[in-house]
């Protein structure tokens, strides 16, 4: 164990090899009113008053490298390549670098914002969505009650089915969840795709809407309101911190509420970075088309 005397020891030879290298002298050392002339200092210079500092987010990590005198450099830009996984951030001492630390914060913040901001009524409004809402009343309650985001009240559940009608082949609606820029990014790419492939196998498709406050079993409450034998939810997934823009689809055949997991077939990951919003449209509309020619979906449908 270390003494005392040894410590101060340590931190005395610290001190002078400090002064002798003409570093800054600790506070501690300074006689007052002596002027002190700085040494030379590895901190950057300050940015300009004025100048707008570069937005972290917008930095590439996998072009990153911050491991001093990697061991294998071609094989860490390698695999930093092929994952969005934070790998090879280095370290100072037991803690993260301040640059890794400010970027975690900074995807910890988009994540937040993607769950707690509502898709903008402009957004519906643009992409002619009309737009119902589960019986959840506040952003809170949807949180904190999953089971309310799954049911309609009496009106709402009236006016999705004057708009859809009943006994419907399939119906598609867009749903907030857990990412509302996984919605604003993805949806209409992928409905687009999907309506066009629908049509070209002459699957008559109901009218889209937005469901404000949805879950994923929410499609269950929209299938036996229309009667619909397939229900294609498309809905914005629980935001990590590589991307908030995740969105999946959940396609369903005759669902009834409270219908077991393994009867839902999904489409996970439809974002830039993962399966593009335009070939999961199409393969939707594939799976669909062999829902119906199945009479099933889930781990009922043998694909």
């Known amino acids: 164990m270390i003494s005392e005397n040894e410590i101060k020891q340590y931190v005395a030879k610290i001190l002078k090899d400090l002064a002798e290298q003409g570093q800054e002298a600790p506070l501690a050392q300074v006689t007052p009113g002596t002027p002190v ?3 030379p200092s590895s901190r950057p210079a300050a940015p300009d008053e004025g100048a707008i500092l570069p937005d972290i987010l917008e930095e590439d990590l996998s072009e990153r490298i911050d491991v001093p005198n990697p061991h294998n450099l071609e094989a860490l830009k390698a695999i930093k390549k092929i994952t969005p996984a934070r790998i090879g951030v280095g370290r100072a001492g037991h803690r993260y670098l301040t640059h890794t630390l400010l970027r975690f914060r900074a995807d910890h913040a988009v994540a937040m914002d993607a769950v707690f901001t509502d898709v903008p009524e402009e957004w519906m ?6 737009k119902f809402q589960t019986v959840c009343e506040t952003k809170d309650m949807f949180l904190t009650r999953p089971d309310l985001g799954r049911r309609f009240g009496p009106e709402e559940a009236a006016k ?13 609606f867009v749903a907030d969840g857990l990412s509302t820029k996984a919605v604003t990014v993805n949806a ?3 409905l ?8 070209a196998f002459g699957i008559p498709l109901s009218v889209p809407f937005f469901v404000k406050y949805g879950r994923v079993g929410s499609e269950d409450a929209v299938s036996e309101i229309t009667g619909a034998e397939v229900v294609v939810c498309l809905i914005g997934e629980r935001p990590g911190l590589v991307t908030s823009e995740s969105m999946s689809a959940y396609i369903c055949y005759k669902a009834y509420p ?3 997991e393994a009867k839902r077939t999904v489409i996970s990951n439809i974002h830039r970075g993962g399966t593009p919003a335009v070939e999961a449209g199409s393969y939707i509309a594939d799976l669909v088309k062999l829902m119906l020619e199945k009479k099933a979906s889930g781990l009922d449908l043998k694909l």
Not at 125 to 130: R, T
Not at 160 to 172: M, P, T
Not at 192 to 199: I, N, Q, S, V, Y
């Open 192 to 199: 687009k795709a999907m309506t066009a492939g629908l049509k």
């Open 258 to 260: 409270n219908i077991p």
């Open 125 to 130: 409004a643009e992409h002619n969505l009309p």
């Open 160 to 172: 999705i089915k004057a708009l859809v009608g009943s006994n419907n082949q399939v119906v598609v």
């Open 37 to 39: 002339t700085p040494g």
């Open 188 to 190: 209409i790419d992928t």
